[in-house]
């Protein structure tokens, strides 16, 4: 090699790497080391292509030709960058890198804010458009059939009792609705085509009005005034007769039930028809 | 130095996932709030969307007047039902609230306990439309108030703005 400083020529490997006439160490360059030794036929560490170690022979010569005829290395390319230069780059990536993440969340964000926006419009026009629902009046005495169970309204009557007259608020009366519940097993249902009805309610002037709930009474221990079952909005009994408890106005004549029915067994979205029983309401009968 | 550097990144990294999926999950859970019908929410419930509000003030409520600085006012409600069962009074009924916590007294809320007065009170039916008053005092001065109420189906609160 050369040396970088006297430009003297030497064995770089007998001296180290010293130059014999100024004393400079000489660091070996990898790419002249590369240049140098390609150009005399020698690999990186200066061995030839047709060196054979001393005393070898036989085998291990047939060995190495078989194996030490590789392609020589490709030519190495070096580039120096400084470790500023290389902070710089790496910043400069990750900044790149967040601020497309940014603009990703930021479209993101967007596109979710106008399709909430847009759903929130149209299910609040849904919300808000008022729609019609089929009528289909039931006379007193008939039968209304739902899968299994078929019931129907008999009649009612204003209950009257001394101590339940304590607790009734002031201008009401209680009324007794009466139903009869057959259940049809031999029927085979179809969940899919039959009516279903929901829980039924009573209207009553302009009133919509819930049943006395089984579970109100039995918490202001009331149940014992009554010889019935369940004051339930839904008709799910056994065989038999059932009594559904309103409290009405004091003026009222007559009482409509009401059920909301849905021809899917998914019952989804407002009833497609509502069957209404009107009942005249009897007066002066005890409990 | 430079450990403490890759942590640091590291930990930055790790943020902003979090706050990544913090973000879908909050925009994801609006929609759903807001649609509940993607998770099947139209399938059962009370949809309740008010139609109209009308303010009244008055002054004296059946002849007993409001305390000092506040005036009885009716607040009517007019609601539509889209849902699949009825709204109960509780659901119609909802919340006054104003700027101030002492704009608004609420005096006609209670619950008496006795089965036959909630039996009493109306309920809005699936696919109806109906209004419900309430009687409220206001504090002198308040121009506006908010009403919120329930919607079980997308068990999220509505807001709306009276004028009084």
Known sequence: ?????????????????????????????????????????????GMSEDYRQPGMSG?????????????????????YKTNTDEKRGKGRGALKKKLVVAVIIIILAAAAAVFIADSAEKRNKEMTTVKDITEVRKLRGEYITSGYTSFRFDGARVMENEVLDEFMPEGKKLVVVTASVQKNYRKSPDEDTEMQYGSLYAECGTAYLNPVEQYSLENARLEGFFDFEAASPYISLENGEIKLLFVTDD????????????????????????????????EGVAS | MSKGTGNSKKAGKVWLVIIVVLMLAGVIGNVLDENP???????????????????????????????????YYKITIEYYNSGSQAASHYQLMGYFSGKGYDDIYESDRYDSGN??????????????????????????????????????????RKKTTINL
């Open chain 1, 251 to 282: 003026t009222a004549e007559d009482i409509d039930i009401c059920i909301p029915g849905w021809s899917s067994y998914e019952q989804e979205g407002i009833p497609e028809f509502i069957c209404r029983v009107n009942l005249q309401i009897e």
């Open chain 1, 59 to 79: 085998v291990h010569e047939q060995l190495h030709d078989k194996y030490d005829s590789g392609e020589p290395h490709k030519k190495v390319t070096y580039s």
């Open chain 1, 1 to 45: 090699m050369q040396c970088k400083r006297c430009k003297t020529y030497f064995d770089y490997e007998k001296h180290y790497g010293i130059c014999p006439k100024c004393a400079a160490f000489n660091r070996p360059d990898g790419k002249d080391d590369m240049e140098y030794f390609a150009e005399e036929g020698k690999d990186r560490f």
């Open chain 2, 115 to 156: 089965p036959f007065e909630e039996a009493a009170l109306g309920i809005l039916p699936a696919g109806k439309s109906g209004s419900i008053e309430r009687y409220i005092q206001v504090k002198d001065g308040v121009s506006s108030i908010k009403f919120e109420y329930f919607d079980s189906s997308s068990s999220g």
């Open chain 2, 37 to 71: 019908e993607f998770m099947g929410g139209n399938a059962s419930g009370s949809r309740l969307a008010v139609l109209n509000t009308d303010s009244e003030r008055l002054s004296d409520l059946d002849g007993i007047e409001a305390q000092e600085g506040y005036y």
